[in-house]
């Protein structure tokens, strides 16, 4: 086994459209990962106008443009986090660029835009990408990325635990003991911040999210259309699984408010995350002792309040990834390549 450290950069740009986070990690084994920086490069409301058309449909010549602007973004957020850190690009061993997602739909295709030769040019070192793709075509789901990195690095060393990822999507990994492959489970449960997202939009355009909850704080969940929403057949999947935007998106959102506007709205679509969390770890995933929770939504307290309660009731304690391990916002970033990365050790 190599001990030889690594210097890394993960990127990610997920579901939640937010823009870019880059991450600087430093690997020794497969069970050694040190983060050492952190940065997010926020999109401009112009550029995620750009992804929601694409998404939406806009033609092959936005899809182009799009895909050498998201990489110059992303070499942006690296630049962020070298500086933050003090660190040359030659240092690197690698980048890890997903891109972002623009179509997925297993298991016929996971599509993501975002130029990988241009951070290559950039920083002169090797960039790795089609991570989804390449799950794809051998079979898998394309998503979630995290479970490996959960398994070898997050699990508990004395108690099964489940391991949440709160981003645009909801996923969730179950590991027996840190280091152990063996029975491992992820999938995605359904929508994380998304739908929430979307809904606050959609009260008050000018908030880029639910700020602190205030909305959801202020509404009350419609039993009736939770049970409606839970009926949907995504839910009913068993593992291995995984969604997206092509289901829970803007014109869910915009359905789900035309029905209930307002901060009932958020608050329903607050409930059909953690439901769907809750449900989905109930019916498909072993007990755990644990569950450890990051993402943008441990910053909702409304959600983690609603999800700690619904766990209590399992006799299960809820604790963020920021109390355990280190920033719950750089958690998909530090492992996009890290986990992947981390065979070459054993």
């Excluded at 359905?255 to 059909?272: E, F, I, N, Y």
Aim: proline letters at 6%.
């Amino acid at each position: 086994m190599s001990e030889s450290p690594m210097l890394l950069i993960g990127l990610m740009s997920g579901t939640s459209l937010d823009g870019v986070d880059a991450a600087l990690v430093r690997i020794r084994g497969p069970l050694s990962v040190e983060l050492l920086g952190f940065a997010h490069r926020a999109y401009l409301p112009e550029e995620r106008a750009a992804i929601e058309a694409v998404l939406a449909g806009a033609g092959i010549a936005e899809t182009a443009r799009l895909h050498a602007a998201l990489a110059e973004w992303a070499a942006e957020a690296v630049e962020n986090v070298l500086a933050l850190t003090h660190t040359r690009a030659d240092a690197l061993a690698a980048i890890a660029f997903p891109g972002q997602t623009m179509w997925h739909e297993p298991p016929r295709v996971s599509y993501q835009v975002g130029e990988p030769a241009i951070l290559a040019e950039r920083f002169g070192v090797r960039v790795v990408g089609g991570f989804r793709a390449r799950d794809v075509a051998a079979g898998g789901q394309g998503a979630p990325l995290v479970p490996m990195a959960d398994a070898l690095c997050f699990g508990a060393t004395d108690h099964p635990r489940l391991l949440l990822n709160l981003g645009g999507m909801a996923n969730v990994t179950w590991v027996r003991r840190r280091g152990e492959m063996e029975g491992v489970v992820g999938a995605d449960t359904g929508p994380g911040m998304a739908i929430i997202d979307e809904m606050a939009r959609l009260v008050d355009a000018s908030l880029p999210y639910d700020v602190d909850g205030r909305l959801a704080a202020n509404g009350l969940v419609d039993e009736g259309v939770l049970a409606e929403l839970l009926d949907d057949p995504f839910f009913r999947l068993a593992p291995p699984r995984s969604t997206g935007r092509e289901h829970f998106g803007q014109e869910y959102a915009r359905a789900l408010s035309r029905r209930l506007p307002g901060p009932d709205g958020v608050r329903t679509a607050v409930a059909l995350t953690v439901e769907s969390v809750v449900r989905c770890c109930e019916a498909h995933f072993p007990e755990a002792a644990d569950l450890v929770v990051a993402g943008g939504g441990t910053r909702h307290p409304v959600l983690m309040s609603m999800l700690a309660e619904r766990c209590e009731e399992r006799g299960m304690p809820v604790r963020t990834f920021d109390e355990c391990f280190f920033a719950a916002e750089a958690k998909e970033a530090a492992f996009q390549h890290s986990g992947i990365r981390s065979l070459e050790f054993t």
